[in-house]
């Protein structure tokens, strides 16, 4: 079945800067990546995905790259924020309507 | 719109003991998934039901019965509790478009 590695477990980063967070994935037949965040307390929430007939992806100040070839995918934050704070899991599936598998989370903290 | 609405949110249970953790949904989705999620170790899948009526294992079964009771109603039942079984359990419904929605968490923690 899927694997997907998750890089790094934490994050610290200093308000205004970006963060990147890396995972890679080793079924080939995956095309679809998500990626959730999680604030305390409560079930991660979609913030972005991509599909792999589109190598990047933007929406304000988060974007996703997919590199299908090399089997890994990133998230980068940009002008981070406090608010930003929480957990962020990345996922893969074969399809948007497929069972996802989730990678081990990473834990951002944005220093004010 | 409540989306995913997960009950209890917090239970203690003795080992060997029983329970039956609640989630329903809203927004009239097909399938439907109970995760747990431990430090470092991610979401796993414990069961999911692809459409009312059938339910298949994930990653992680051993230990855990499910119910698909309708549309709505997905139940997690445990019926022998073990310390193994402390964790955070979501339930989550799947829009083939917008992805997953997940409920707010159970943390059940067994002594």
């Known amino acids: 079945g899927e694997n997907v590695e998750q890089h790094p477990s934490t994050l610290s980063v200093q308000e205004g800067d970006s963060a990147v967070i890396k995972c890679t994935y080793s079924?080939?037949?995956?095309?679809?990546f998500p990626w959730y965040k999680q604030e305390l307390g409560k079930g991660p929430q979609l913030i972005i995905d991509?599909?792999?007939?589109?190598g990047e992806k933007k929406d304000q100040r988060i974007a996703v790259t997919l590199n299908k070839t090399a089997k890994h995918f990133s998230l980068h934050i940009t002008e981070t924020q406090p608010e930003d704070s929480a957990v962020y899991f990345c996922?893969?599936?074969?399809?948007?309507?497929?069972?996802?598998?989730f990678g081990e989370g990473t834990q951002l903290t944005v220093n004010p | 719109n409540a989306g995913v609405t997960q009950t209890p949110k917090f239970q203690v249970l003795k080992t060997g003991q029983s329970m039956t953790l609640q989630c329903a949904q809203d927004?009239?989705?097909?399938?439907m998934y109970w995760y747990r999620q431990d430090p470092g170790m991610g979401l796993r899948l414990i069961y999911y039901?692809?459409?009312?009526?059938?339910?298949d294992k994930g990653e992680v079964p051993n230990g855990y019965n499910v119910s698909r009771l309708n549309k709505r109603e997905f139940s997690l039942r445990l019926e022998s509790a073990a310390p193994s079984q402390t964790s955070v359990y979501f339930c989550?419904?799947?829009?083939?478009?917008?992805?997953?929605?997940f409920g707010s968490g159970t943390r059940l923690t067994v002594v």
């Open positions: 989550a419904s799947r829009d083939t478009i917008r992805g997953y929605t």
């Open positions: 039901s692809a459409s009312e009526g059938t339910t």
């Open positions: 079924d080939s037949a995956s095309n679809y």
């Open positions: 996922a893969a599936s074969i399809t948007s309507g497929s069972r996802l598998t």
């Open positions: 991509i599909r792999s007939n589109v």
């Open positions: 927004m009239n989705h097909n399938s």
